[in-house]
């Protein structure tokens, strides 16, 4: 058997990446390498278009073992398991402790229980709410509450008064004064005192090891537009905070980084998305270590993650199903140590028992039949992703160094370093959407034609969430969906349309039967991006027939659709005939000619570098369409 492979594989000689490269070129004709297939990520990375075995010979790490540090590996050793987690919104104690026991009983073993933060909740109640719930099988998570110290103090007394081993109580208390001031611009009490209350949390939970008390909510970057760098550099530059700040106290490093768990947000950029896990944790094993570690094991990690909600979106929402299962796969493959699938709804209102159960059985699916809780770091080795993590490790560690020289996360808060880092990169992703350079599937193309909103949605849903304090005393960070200004503007249309008839594109297509139907099919998409209602037409015989057939319907768009060649002669007519009944449209944009029918009073021209969002909003304000948001 081996001499056959061995005969089997000496039929195909190795391959160079010097004649790859020639190849390549010759193939190109000319045309510029770097710009035809080097990609410029949104975080200034340059991605060549394929990796080859001698790309890992300048990976530092690439002979590490899982459990190993730096941890690039993951924490675990015999297998890839994570668990399974699901919020919990706490209205009534006795119906989320009657949700938490179901859905215990239904593939979830992480819980995380959203407390009212207005109430004050007392050992009965949390001993109410955690009622037949084993916290040495489950993870318990406490969310919102204004209580941390308190809770923390009710679960080391809750454990001990049922005799659980307290080595076996995993869960956490998301106590993050930092976020609170960059969302709020106030902390809880004060900055000194916000810190002495986590050193105090530190110390009320040294009995229980697993139990952690500091939370880094990086999510809050990403869902403010932040790039995936700028997500990883900022969540260890808030991270480095608390370490130095409570290790200031007194504290040693080993009693402060293993208390503390990562927030994190997952989005559909599915490579990327694995190789930033691997990436912050590398980086944040190196940045414990340089407070003197003398126990590797606490240069770990321990990430919880969930989808990234910045690319939710109103319409077609089940396409989000799709989203977040991508996400869910990076985080699995990346190796977080847990995760909660947001539901496909969650955007637009509250998720009832069906969303819940598929979000749950997205990730169920991904264990008992994809089987990606086998395998330890399953990425490791892969030429692509080994050199994206390493891009990212080297690009993240250089933003980072730039927020520690100003003074850290705090002080880069206060003279708007923060802000202005993630402002620029939200610009430059809605940007992106505006003209369709980046997609978001059935919202800024391919929407569902025949959908539309007929219920009333809370104004909310389409504006950026702002929790900034009336003493906020520095610029705060606002988490927004990149769809918002596309479905504000498409509910609009649908808002209208209850009182008034639905805009009518009619799409005048003529000569050229290729062009006209690639056209065509451009400019319905375009236009049903707003909620408008597309009538395409087979192709009309001649230009007099099709402007006589447009002067029958009267509608409130013309669109031509044809070659640039059968515009020469027609374009003008078309537009000249109707431009006092209809907005005439052209789809393309012939030079010179365009210059031609502009003079000519011509004005409205779409193709692919029309900024689609700003163009839909200009026809809206033609119409009279005015978003009552």
């Known amino acids: 058997m081996d001499q056959k492979s061995e005969n089997l594989f000496s039929e195909f000689p190795p391959i160079t990446t010097e004649q790859w490269e020639e190849t390549i070129h010759k193939d190109l004709k000319g045309a510029d390498y770097s710009k035809k297939l080097i990609w410029k990520t949104p975080e200034g990375l340059a991605v060549k278009p394929y990796y080859r075995a001698e790309n890992l010979n300048e990976i530092p790490w690439i002979d590490a073992f899982p459990g190993d540090f730096p941890f690039v590996r993951g924490n675990k050793t015999a297998d890839n398991n994570w668990l399974v987690r699901q919020d919990i919104k706490v209205d009534s104690i006795v119906a989320a402790n009657e949700v938490a026991l179901d859905v215990l009983m239904k593939g979830v073993d992480a819980l995380g229980f959203q407390l009212d933060c207005q109430k004050e909740y007392s050992i009965e109640d949390i001993e109410l709410l955690l009622k037949n719930i084993r916290a040495d099988i489950a993870e318990i998570n406490f969310l919102g509450s204004k209580q941390h110290l308190e809770l923390v103090e009710m679960m080391d007394k809750l454990v001990r008064k049922y005799n659980r081993p307290l080595d076996k109580i995993f869960g956490s208390v998301n106590y993050d004064p930092l976020m609170r001031f960059s969302r709020r611009g106030v902390w809880f009490e004060s900055e000194a005192a916000d810190f002495d209350k986590a050193y105090a949390m530190i110390k009320a939970a040294q009995a229980l090891p697993n139990f952690r008390v500091i939370g880094v909510n990086g999510h809050v970057f990403a869902d403010s537009g932040a790039n995936i760098v700028e997500e990883i550099a900022l969540s260890l530059s808030a991270g480095a905070e608390y370490l130095t700040r409570l290790t200031d106290k007194g504290l040693f490093i080993g009693e402060v980084a293993p208390k503390m768990k990562f927030n994190l947000a997952v989005g559909s950029n599915y490579f990327m998305e694995i190789a930033k896990i691997r990436a912050i944790r590398l980086l944040w094993a190196q940045i414990v270590n340089a407070y003197g570690l003398n126990d590797a094991r606490n240069g770990r990690m321990f990430i919880h993650a969930r989808n990234a909600s910045w690319n939710f979106t109103v319409y077609d929402p089940w396409v989000n199903a799709l989203r977040t299962t991508t996400g869910t ?222 002067k029958k319907v009267k509608p409130a768009f013309v669109v031509l659709c044809s070659s640039d060649e059968e515009y020469e002669e027609n374009a003008l007519r078309a537009y000249e005939a109707l431009n006092h009944q209809s907005i005439v449209v052209l789809a393309g944009y012939p030079l010179p000619l365009a210059e031609t029918l502009k003079s000519a009073g011509m004005q409205y021209f779409i193709h692919v570098k029309t900024n689609v969002l700003e163009t839909l909003q200009m026809f809206q304000e033609k119409l009279g369409i005015q978003s009552k948001m």
């Open 329 to 550: 796969m990076s985080a699995a493959i990346g190796g977080v140590d847990s995760f909660a699938v947001l539901p496909y709804n969650t955007a637009f209102e509250t998720p009832g028992v069906i969303a819940e159960r598929i979000a749950r059985n997205q990730q169920l699916i991904l264990k008992e039949e994809s089987y990606l809780d086998k395998v330890v770091d399953p990425a490791a080795g892969s030429y692509y992703i080994e050199n994206l993590t390493s891009m990212l490790v080297d690009k993240a560690w250089k933003l980072f160094l730039e927020l520690d020289a100003r003074g850290g996360f705090v002080a880069s808060l206060h003279d708007g370093f923060v802000q202005q880092k993630v402002a620029e990169s939200a610009a430059n992703r809605n940007s992106n959407i505006a003209s369709r350079r980046d997609i978001l599937l059935g919202t800024n193309q391919y929407p569902n034609f025949t959908e539309s909103i007929s219920t009333a949605l809370d104004p909310a849903v389409f504006m950026p969430e702002d929790k900034t304090h009336p003493e906020a005393v520095i610029e705060t960070l606002k988490p927004y969906r990149g769809a918002m200004a596309f479905e504000k503007m498409r509910y609009a249309t649908d808002e209208f349309s209850k009182t008034n008839p639905r805009p009518v594109v009619w799409l005048l297509t003529f000569g050229n039967l290729a062009m006209r139907k690639a056209r065509a099919n451009f400019a319905s998409n375009f236009f049903a991006c707003a909620g408008y209602e597309v009538v395409d037409n087979s192709g009309f015989a001649s230009i007099e027939e099709g402007i006589e057939a447009a």
